[in-house]
């Protein structure tokens, strides 16, 4: 129920926004449970796109599209929360999002773990992985 009040919120927008063309049928769908749209919405809202940009709403929607499994959302909001942008910094979220992605062979979130992993055997298993999460991402 909050979470539903949360996304309302944020597909109000705020004050002063001027959502683009696209973003009327993005909110419903969105509205609708959309997860795709919410991931849509909040990668407009991050970037400014058709909208004035609101780290916090895309946050909040990008929240709604993790929660409902889009990987790309995931990683994104991985990076949002490890930078404080939009929220508050919370390193152990967005370790627990980029974890999440990756487990979905989300090959950005694969190569970011990689990164990070300060075990060589460990990380060039991960980069591994990431490699052939791509391969079929060019197949899709």
Known sequence: MLQGLLLALALAGGAGAAPGPAAPALQARA????ARAAWRLGLMARNGEGMPADPARAVMLLTTAAEGGVPA?????ANMLAAGEGAPRDEAAARRWLEMAAALDYPEALQQLALSEPDPRKAELLMRQAAHAMTHRARD
């Open 31 to 34: 509205e609708a449970g959309d």
């Open 73 to 77: 959302a995931m990683f994104v909001l």
